[in-house]
């Protein structure tokens, strides 16, 4: 392996563990969240179906953007710093549709509280784990780093077409398991809403109502 290849694995390596520390400590603090609260409104009424609905939708959104990103930055088989595709419009494409994924996960819960709570810890993480992703990217790619720095934004894309390419190399081993990880989500919103019914219904205690 050469060193050109080294330093790309090494970024990789760098976002993948990033990426790792978010999910997890995301999980644990909406899971205490989700636990200790309740809103407010019927569990028949229009906002749960408004905001079912909703999440739902972002969920969705979520998921197909991580697979389209996961595709470039973790099957492509070059040695360059990964520019095109989601990474075109975005340096982090797959925080920011983890982000949709968690917005909509935490919206089955029918809480707008609940639901701003998560996704601004969400972001206020990713920011601090995307700064130390950088640091590491500029040591690795230098001035190639800094151009792609200066043009695309770092979390919330472009409005425009993405920059596309012919051909993507990717294996199915890995598109199987960026597939399974990303449905994770799906089984997340549909457990937030079991647990929002069951609280509602008065199966399960809680400590706090929100509206």
Same mark, same amino acid.
């Given at each position: 392996m050469n060193t050109q290849d080294? /330093?790309?694995?090494?970024a990789q390596g760098w976002r993948s563990m990033g990426r790792i520390i978010v999910s997890r400590l995301l999980a644990v603090l909406f899971?205490?969240? %989700?636990?200790?609260?309740?809103?407010? /409104?019927?569990?028949?009424?229009l906002n749960d179906l408004f905001m079912g609905a909703v999440g739902l939708l972002l969920v969705h959104f979520g998921v197909r +953007? *991580?697979? &389209?990103?996961?595709?470039f930055i973790g099957g492509?088989?070059?040695?360059?710093?990964?520019?095109? +595709?989601?990474y075109s419009l975005c340096r982090n494409p797959l925080y920011f549709y983890s982000g949709l994924a968690v917005m909509g996960v935490a919206a089955a819960s029918g809480s707008y509280v609940v639901t701003l709570?998560?996704? /601004?810890?969400? &972001?206020?993480?990713?920011?601090?784990?995307?700064?130390?992703? =950088? *640091?590491?990217? *500029?040591?690795?790619?230098?001035?190639?780093?800094?151009?792609?720095?200066a043009r695309v934004p770092r979390l919330f894309p472009l %409005? +425009?077409?993405?920059?596309?390419?012919? =051909?993507?190399?990717?294996?199915?081993k890995r598109f199987h398991h960026t597939y399974?990880?990303?449905t994770w989500f799906i089984v997340a919103w549909l457990a937030v809403t079991a647990i929002h019914i069951l609280k509602a219904r008065g199966a399960l205690t809680y400590l706090l109502e929100l509206p």
């Open positions: 080294g /330093s790309n694995s090494a899971v205490a969240i %989700l636990l200790l609260t309740e809103h407010t /409104s019927d569990v028949h009424g +953007g *991580r697979i &389209w990103a996961t595709l492509r088989k070059d040695s360059s710093l990964v520019t095109c +595709g989601p709570i998560v996704t /601004s810890i969400y &972001w206020v993480i990713c920011h601090f784990t995307i700064a130390a992703e =950088e *640091r590491k990217l *500029r040591v690795l790619y230098g001035k190639a780093f800094e151009d792609y720095f %409005l +425009g077409p993405a920059q596309e390419v012919n =051909e993507v190399s990717f294996s199915p399974r990880d990303a």
